[in-house]
């Protein structure tokens, strides 16, 4: 079945950076869009980043735009979530998503995703 794995959270200072992956599998990669969201503690889930199938479109969320990069290399079936001058109030659960509407560029509604990964959590302490 699909399996999307997430890794590279960790705990950070306020200031660093951190590359989160998804590795998929049992899927046709370039045909999803796949999405960044997180959870925070008390909090729902959250979008955080999209890419489409081919990598050549993106969206983000406005309180990462200019801070993280998605992107994608679909020969490796990963998608990548690139972080900078991170801050405690990025601390979160980051999930990876993936939606069949590989053309699609803004999609945000959790319901919108098929699959999910389970999570890799990110700290940041101040």
């Known amino acids: 079945q699909v399996q999307l794995v997430e890794s590279g959270g960790g705990l950070v200072q306020a200031g660093a950076s951190l590359r989160l992956s998804c590795a998929a599998s049992?899927?046709?990669?370039?045909?999803?869009?796949m999405g960044w969201f997180r959870q925070a503690p008390g909090k729902e889930r959250e979008f955080v980043a999209r890419?489409?199938?081919?990598?050549?479109?993106?969206s983000y969320a406005d309180s990462v735009k200019g801070r993280f990069t998605i992107s994608r290399d679909n020969a490796k079936n990963t998608v990548y979530l690139q972080m900078y001058s991170l801050t405690p109030e990025d601390t979160a659960v980051y999930y990876c998503a993936a939606d069949n509407r590989p053309l699609r560029i803004d999609v945000r509604g959790t319901l919108e995703y098929d699959y999910w990964g389970q999570g890799t959590q990110v700290t940041v302490s101040s």
């Open positions: 890419i489409t199938g081919t990598g050549r479109s993106t």
């Open positions: 049992a899927l046709t990669f370039s045909t999803y869009a």
